[in-house]
Structure formats: structure tokens, C-alpha cells
Nanobody
Framework: QVQLVESGGGSVQAGGSLSLSCAASGLAFSTYRMGWFRQAPGKEREFVAGSRFPFSSTYADSVKGRFTISRDNAKNMLYLQMNNLKAEDTAVYYC???????????WGQGTQVTVSS
């Protein structure tokens, strides 16, 4: 049974930093495309960052240069380092996994990130 569990969310001031973690189990982690999505109040879910090992990571334009996605395949962990946070980054952040670039098969339940001005 595949499980993705996010952690690390919280409340920070604008300009601050947070690091999110996603613990994956039940899948061949190193072979999976992993990603972070977010959904803000009143908004649709949007792509934030993706990691397709061993290829380059991808980022939404809105977070490029501020967020860094990384993974530890030995620990089955996915991370999202978020720096210089802005109020518009406030959202529930979801970890996702997919066996191919075109699909996202599994989702975590999300972790709340709140950025105050």
C-alpha cells in the first residue's frame, strides 16, 4: 500500500523559510517521479516542483529561485525547501508520486503552509 505523508508545514512571516518533507512508503521510490503541488483557498491545485531522478528538477515560475525540491532515495524522502516565502505561497502543500511523467498516481493528504505579511 502506497503512502505519502507530508510534514513540516506551519506559519511563518513573509521572507522566512520552511522545509517540507514527504515520507514515501510502498513504492519503488527511486524510480518514481515525485512532486509538490499546492492549493490555496479559492484556487485550483497547481504544480510547484517536480523531481524525476536522475534528471533535472522542474519548478513553477512562481517559485523558481525560491524553492528547491530534493530527494533522498535511500530514505524514501522528498523535500521542499522554501525560502523567501510570500503571502501568496499560503496553501495546502501536497506530495505526489507517479510512475511516469504524464501521470500522478498517488497523493499525500497535505500540510498547511501559512505565510503572513
Amino acid at each position: 500500500q502506497v503512502q505519502l505523508v507530508e510534514s513540516g508545514g506551519g506559519s511563518v512571516q513573509a521572507g522566512g523559510s520552511l522545509s517540507l518533507s514527504c515520507a514515501a512508503s510502498g513504492l519503488a521510490f527511486s524510480t518514481y517521479r515525485m512532486g509538490w503541488f499546492r492549493q490555496a483557498p479559492g484556487k485550483e491545485r497547481e504544480f510547484v516542483a517536480g523531481s524525476r531522478f536522475p534528471f533535472s528538477s522542474t519548478y513553477a515560475d512562481s517559485v523558481k529561485g525560491r524553492f528547491t525540491i530534493s530527494r533522498d532515495n535511500a530514505k524514501n524522502m522528498l523535500y521542499l525547501q522554501m525560502n523567501n516565502l510570500k503571502a501568496e505561497d499560503t496553501a495546502v502543500y501536497y506530495c505526489a508520486a507517479g510512475a511516469a511523467v504524464s501521470t500522478w498516481s498517488y497523493w499525500g493528504q497535505g500540510t498547511q503552509v501559512t505565510v503572513s505579511s
